[in-house]
């Protein structure tokens, strides 16, 4: 049986080891507000598995479309929203489901 | 193995210059990039398209795989001609018909350690996403799930073997919440060498629910009640995600009244969310010459118009 724990915190420098992320590139991400840590300094910073799975989508966003790294924190923030938009959509076409008959 | 066009892949002509190309590979990048599209089957077509991209953006590359185009179309069985050399390594996860020519997986900068003999090399395993869809009731404790997934496997050359397929049985925490992301250190791919072995993401996804409707920790469950039950009001058995309990509806509850349920809801870290009951006036589907009747008296006797607003435009 393995826990599976989603209370697991990472530092600034195992984010950027695991999602292979210059350092800079992260602290931008936080400091433009896409990432909210918890701690104050850059070395008391912690992430979730969430954050750190946003963070290896910079990656990915960096090499797959060529977007420069200033970039990243836009594009995460529009995908975010767009990932938002997208799951109410979803909930509320449900609920106008139930009051519209087939 | 089968032959890949990459030039039907990225829907160019083979004699496409390289700003069309590019251009053809952003284009369908945009449509079918794992973490913008929708489309179910995004993750594999990414896979090819950015194979195909590899392959033709480099000139050396293109030419090398223009040159076994000659010997082979697209979905055919291919196998290379025996003598065939590639000097190329890369660092990606592409197809055994790319590797065919391109060569197998190579160090990737940055993470590789290199052993003395030059052929060896170290690298860590993947990471692996697979997204693990939970149903409301599940995430009221923690929860025992059984999961299956595919690994990408290779030798210590970097060539790549059959997938191996692992199943893990995993405790799931009570209070997951729709797109929260669990990482499972070391359940990813293999390490080549002594490189340690990638993560498992496992991407929570709420399964849509028949009665309950989720918003964040809050749940909405609609309640259907008779016009004479609006009205006059009544207690209803209304379900919950644990056991059902009596909601006393108060008299002329029109439809879409909210009632909150307190505590209700999902767990979440900081406590509990709610649950709302949302009433929903239904008429019976047929009515006897009776029922008709006494509808008949109704209308005559109330004054009421049920369209005030629009004589207030």
Redesign the interface.
Known sequence: ????????KFSLDEVCE?A?LPTEVLITIVEEGVLEPSGESPEEWRFD??M??IA??AA??HR??EIEWTGIPFYLDM?EE??KL??EN??LR??LN??LLK | MDFKDYYKILGVEPDADLKAIKTAYRRLARKYHPDVSEDKDAEAKFKDIAEAYAALKDPEKRAEYDELRKYGQHGQRFEPPPDWQSSFQHDDDFSDFFESIFGSRGPRAGRQQYTQRETHFNLRGQDIETELPIFLEETLADERKTISYHLPHYDKEGRRLADIKKTLNVKIPKGVSEGERIRLKGQGGPGIGTGASGDLYLHIRLVPHPLFDVEGHNLTITVPISPWEAVLGTKVEVPTLSGSINLTLPPNSQTGKRLRIKGKGLPSKTGSGDLYAVVKIVIPERSDEETKKIWESLSKKIKFNPRSEWSKT
């Open positions: 049986m393995i826990e599976a724990s989603v209370t697991v695991i292979e598995s969430t750190l799975s290896k989508r990915r966003l797959d479309f995908i767009l990932e997208r799951a979803r909930t449900q609920r139930r009051f």
